[in-house]
């Protein structure tokens, strides 16, 4: 057996363990898991933190690219809004995931991070990249995620889909920007 399989296997063992978790919280049978549209902006504020934080993590010895320094300069300028979608996270598990809510919410960042971090070995210049990200979310005041999936390395999407009644009211916009990007033709 390899060396990168032996290395691999307690990941896998932890995934399994993480699926096995999250199976066992998931909601009752014929319920449907959506995010509405605060929702989605909050897994997504979570998957750039993360992608921040693995940065500044697995970057570290690449200190000229200055990822320690951007996630925390984010995590200061950004924390009311960061707590706000730790909130929205924390109560969209109570509501789908009653009695399992921290149990599936810990295995979600857990897993993301893990993710992430796994990906970050795929990436090509994931720290270069990563750091770019950091310092176009460090210097911004505003919205951290306005512009910021455009620069991230791995982009981020919630774990559930949207709800129904945030497709119904997208695919008009969604249908709109198709006929702006095609000079008024839709396809």
Same mark, same amino acid.
């Given at each position: 057996?390899?060396?990168?399989?032996?290395?691999?296997?307690?990941?896998?063992? #932890?995934?399994?363990?993480? !699926?096995?978790?999250?199976? %066992?919280?998931?909601?009752?049978? $014929? %319920?449907?898991?959506?995010?509405?549209?605060?929702?989605?902006? +909050?897994?997504?504020?979570?998957?750039?933190?993360?992608?921040?934080? !693995?940065?500044?993590?697995?970057? /570290? $010895?690449?200190?000229?690219? $200055?990822?320690?320094?951007?996630?925390? /300069?984010?995590?200061?300028?950004?924390?009311?809004? #960061?707590?706000? %979608?730790?909130?929205?996270?924390? =109560?969209?598990?109570?509501?789908?995931?009653?009695?399992?809510?921290?149990?599936?919410?810990?295995?979600?960042?857990?897993?993301?991070?893990?993710? !992430?971090? @796994?990906?970050?070995?795929?990436?090509?210049?994931?720290?270069? &990249?990563?750091?770019?990200?950091?310092?176009?979310?460090?210097?911004?005041? /505003?919205?951290?995620?306005?512009?910021?999936?455009?620069? @991230?390395?791995?982009?981020?999407?919630?774990?559930?889909? +949207?709800? +129904?009644?945030? &497709?119904? @009211?997208?695919?008009? @916009? =969604?249908?709109? &920007?198709?006929?702006?990007?095609?000079?008024? !033709?839709?396809?």
């Amino acid at each position: 057996m390899s060396h990168a399989a032996v290395r691999h296997r307690p990941a896998r063992a #932890i995934k399994t363990m993480l !699926v096995t978790a999250l199976l %066992a919280t998931a909601p009752a049978a $014929g %319920a449907q898991t959506c995010v509405s549209a605060d929702e989605a902006a +909050a897994f997504r504020l979570r998957h750039l933190q993360t992608q921040l934080m !693995v940065g500044a993590l697995q970057c /570290r $010895g690449v200190h000229a690219l $200055g990822q320690r320094t951007y996630y925390n /300069r984010f995590a200061r300028r950004h924390g009311a809004m #960061i707590d706000g %979608a730790n909130a929205t996270l924390s =109560a969209f598990f109570e509501r789908h995931f009653d009695g399992g809510a921290r149990t599936r919410l810990d295995a979600y960042v857990t897993g993301l991070a893990n993710d !992430v971090s @796994a990906a970050s070995r795929r990436v090509d210049a994931y720290c270069v &990249r990563v750091a770019a990200l950091g310092l176009a979310l460090a210097g911004n005041d /505003r919205q951290p995620l306005a512009g910021a999936t455009a620069e @991230a390395p791995l982009p981020p999407r919630p774990p559930f889909p +949207a709800c +129904a009644r945030q &497709r119904a @009211a997208a695919a008009p @916009a =969604a249908a709109k &920007r198709g006929a702006d990007r095609d000079g008024g !033709v839709n396809r």
